[in-house]
């Protein structure tokens, strides 16, 4: 299963606008508070949606990692409006909503939380999405990161209801974003291309998609730790974060995403970083299950372990010291097992979780 329709380029919402017009005649737009309308894209959105004479409402309370309950609040919105499709704008979190606000307002009997335990259906209101940052690669994937109402903990939903009708990827609106959210969200879509590369369930296809956006992001890497130039990589990075997305899209995540959780929720590490405070100790792991991959991504870098580590490190620069007692506590929630342990080279045993925690300081 994949986005049915992604359209990639300048100017590509404005320019595909009657693409629209077969989704219905009202839309709800989702998103952030600020961002769209700083990048430009909420009022290419505004022109876009106009043209084809489609009437929007706009929700744009989606926080940072968005919570169950706003999602629900925004799909009764939805429903209020007659929503005929739901319009995700921004980066991961708005995009990620989106998904979620479609499912909410397409099951008015559901409660915010019920999303986890679902029917996955076919005939909820499609979603169309408009990127705005370069990294978490939502726009192509079936997954949707979602901040449980009750204990404040991430999880995702994923499945045929998670994926969007349309995706327009369109780079110039990543011209707005701090060099600090271009790392983080680098080293998201980095993440997602070396785990996809090194996972048990990796494919031929999923590789060829991560062996094009391995290299890519790496150079990009090299660059940031040197300079604070942006605009000459702004349109590489968003190309290879959809191409790591695509590749994610097949095989799933590996450990690092779900320990990265607990950094997010605990100590506000952005989620790129986040995933890639455990890159080391993915691998390292990895090399001793599945050497010839690894040096697979190192050939790709075109440096060695060492230096290798030492560029991820350096622009993820996450020490925090978590106590045996924290660890044991937060890895409580898969002490019953985690598929994306499962799918990392070697397997992830629950004291190996424990022991990466801890090994951040």
């Given amino acids: 299963m994949e986005t049915k329709n992604i359209i990639i380029g300048e ?38 949606l106009k043209s084809q004479g489609i009437e929007y409402a706009i929700f744009d309370e989606i926080e940072a990692n968005p919570r169950t309950d706003t999602c629900h609040r925004a799909g009764e919105k939805a429903r209020e409006i007659k929503a ?6 921004g980066g991961g979190s708005p995009q990620d909503a989106a998904k979620a606000v479609a499912i909410y307002a397409s099951n008015p009997e559901m409660s915010d939380l019920d999303i986890f335990n679902r029917e996955k259906k076919t005939d909820i209101l499609p979603v169309v999405l408009l990127g705005t940052t370069s990294g978490t690669g939502s726009e192509v994937t079936g997954v949707s990161v979602l901040t449980r109402s009750d204990n404040g903990n991430k999880k995702s939903i994923s499945g045929v209801d998670c994926y969007a009708a349309i995706a327009f990827c369109d780079y110039k609106y990543t011209k707005t974003m701090p060099k600090s959210i271009t790392i983080s969200t680098g080293l998201d879509a980095f993440a997602h291309a070396t785990e996809s590369y090194l996972a048990s369930t990796a494919t031929d296809e999923s ?3 991560a062996k094009k956006a391995i290299p890519v992001l790496f150079d990009i890497f090299k660059h940031l730790i040197k300079s604070d130039e942006l605009d000459s990589i702004r349109e590489k990075q968003y190309l290879a974060s959809v191409d790591a997305g695509k590749a994610i899209n097949v095989t799933g995540c590996l450990f690092p995403h779900t320990l990265g959780y607990v950094l997010t929720e605990s100590y506000n590490i952005p989620h790129g970083r986040a995933c890639t405070a455990f890159h080391e100790y993915l691998m390292k792991k990895a090399r001793l299950n599945v050497a010839d991959k690894v040096q697979d991504i190192l050939d790709m870098c075109k440096v060695d372990f060492d230096e290798y580590i030492k560029v991820i490190n ?8 978590i106590s045996l007692n924290e660890a044991l506590a937060y890895a409580e929630r898969w002490k019953n097992g985690n598929k994306n342990f499962d799918k990392t080279p070697g397997g992830l045993s629950f004291e190996e979780s424990i022991e990466a925690l801890i090994s951040l300081k």
């Fill in 207 to 209: 590789r060829e998609y």
């Fill in 11 to 48: 100017n590509c919402l404005i320019e595909n606008a009657s693409l629209l017009k077969d989704l219905g005649k009202t839309c709800l737009i989702v998103s952030g508070g600020k961002s769209a309308k700083i990048n430009g894209s909420l009022d290419d959105a505004d022109k876009a």
């Fill in 314 to 321: 350096t622009l993820t620069d996450v020490k925090i010291e």
């Fill in 84 to 89: 005929d499709f739901i319009f995700g704008i």
